[in-house]
């Protein structure tokens, strides 16, 4: 195989020209917005950055499941899913605001006067320290940049030696480790930088939500990539219905264990009734947040729900491409919903709102887009590839 075949096709540089463009527009406007109001620059900045920030160790997470599973399904999406976890730098870089912001984000436990008015814990109090946060981000992306290193240099070694044994048991190896490492660094990654917020609530399975809203945004983003990817060679010539049904219900499981998730946290506070727990769902079930959860809960879960049970919808890549960017729409309506509410009583967005996360995520995709290119879209040396291939040839004779 000539790893020259499997480049990018054109559409991938028209969509990375289209991305920059519109980011970079977005970007002047979000600059605008930061000089005229830093405050409501950053409580819109805060939800943008999430959904890149899932894009990226979502597609990491899936990477190293894929490896730990060998499944076929993770072939087609292999590479996409190569090329959005080495956005991880631009992630990081996107970072900085969050640094800088960190007063009006964290005031509660930054402040020494609101702190005084509302006093926390002793754990609390050694826990939330401006120099923790930021050694525990450090040690997140030391992380997760380690893991991205290390999966995407065996994935190019085991291109140039395809029958290096010793390559797949290292992917075998270190993905279930890696996995732990990802959930775990995320979770304490949600509770530094969204969960501490509100610093007088606590929750054991926020990360969780995080982490499945993650995989549910990479895996729309895969769907989104394959299916936009098979309308030119090579992906063309071998993207069957079933692989779209292999991810459709990927994504139908992802968006079960979210809603799992995400149920269990309100069952186990509700059942609770702890008044420094409540808070949490108090000023987000009520009012004009009231209104945005139950949103949240129709569209982000219970209309995907029924339609993804549908197995044509999941089979036909116009249909599961579009419940993709709907699910991926609404993640970033769901990050709205779980961080704005500490800010504002007002669920109605501003201008700041829309530009800012569109900047975050036109640069995001344009840098992705920039990834795919480095190499070819199907990873040549994976022993599954030739099964797929041959099946594509069967077919063609």
């Known amino acids: 195989m000539n790893g020259q075949e499997y480049n990018a096709p054109a559409s991938v540089n028209r969509a990375q020209r289209l991305a920059f463009l519109i980011g970079g527009v977005a970007l002047i406007l979000a600059i605008v917005g930061a000089v005229t109001s830093p405050a409501k620059f950053y409580e819109s900045y805060l939800f943008g950055y999430l959904l890149v920030l899932g894009l990226t160790l979502g597609s990491l997470g899936l990477l190293m499941l894929q490896h730990v599973t060998s499944g076929i399904w993770g072939i087609v999406i292999r590479r996409p899913l190569e090329a959005a976890t080495r956005t991880i730098w631009l992630v990081l870089l996107m970072f900085v605001p969050i640094v800088l912001g960190m007063k009006i984000f964290y005031g509660e436990w930054l402040d020494p006067a609101q702190v005084k008015a509302h006093p926390l814990s002793d754990l609390q109090a ?23 290193l290390l999966f995407n240099a065996w994935s190019k070694a085991q291109d140039s030696n395809p029958n290096d044994l010793g390559v797949r048991k290292r992917f075998r190896m270190t993905g279930p480790p890696g996995i732990i490492l990802y959930v775990l660094s995320m979770t304490f990654a949600a509770i530094d930088w969204v969960m501490s917020i509100s610093p007088h609530w606590a929750s054991t399975i926020y990360g969780f939500i995080f982490v499945g809203g993650q995989l549910i945004s990479a895996m729309a983003l895969m769907i989104i990539t394959v299916v936009a990817l098979a309308k030119s060679e090579p992906h063309s010539g071998f993207i069957r219905e079933r692989h779209l ?57 219970g209309l995907p729900f029924l339609i993804l049970l549908s197995r044509d919808v999941k089979r036909n890549p116009r249909l ?5 960017a709907w699910m991926l729409l609404f993640r970033l309506v769901d990050l709205y919903w779980m961080t704005r509410p500490e800010f504002s009583a007002s669920a109605w967005p501003n201008w700041r709102d829309i530009v800012v996360p569109v900047a975050l995520i036109g640069l995001w995709v344009g840098v992705f887009a920039t990834n795919l290119k480095q190499r070819p879209v199907l990873p040549l040396g994976d022993p599954k590839l030739s099964e797929v291939l041959a099946h594509h040839e069967h077919r063609r004779s």
Do not use: C
């Open 320 to 324: 599961i491409a579009a419940v993709a």
């Open 126 to 148: 050694r826990y939330l320290t401006q120099s923790g946060f930021l050694v525990r981000a450090v040690v997140y992306f030391a992380i997760w940049i380690i893991l991205v």
């Open 245 to 301: 049904h292999d991810l459709g219900k990927l994504l139908f499981a992802f968006n079960m264990l979210w809603a799992y998730f995400a149920f269990s946290q309100l069952l186990i506070i509700w059942s609770g009734n702890q008044p420094e727990e409540i808070s949490y769902y108090r000023s987000r079930l009520n009012g004009e947040w009231g209104v945005v959860a139950v949103i949240v809960l129709v569209f982000s879960f």
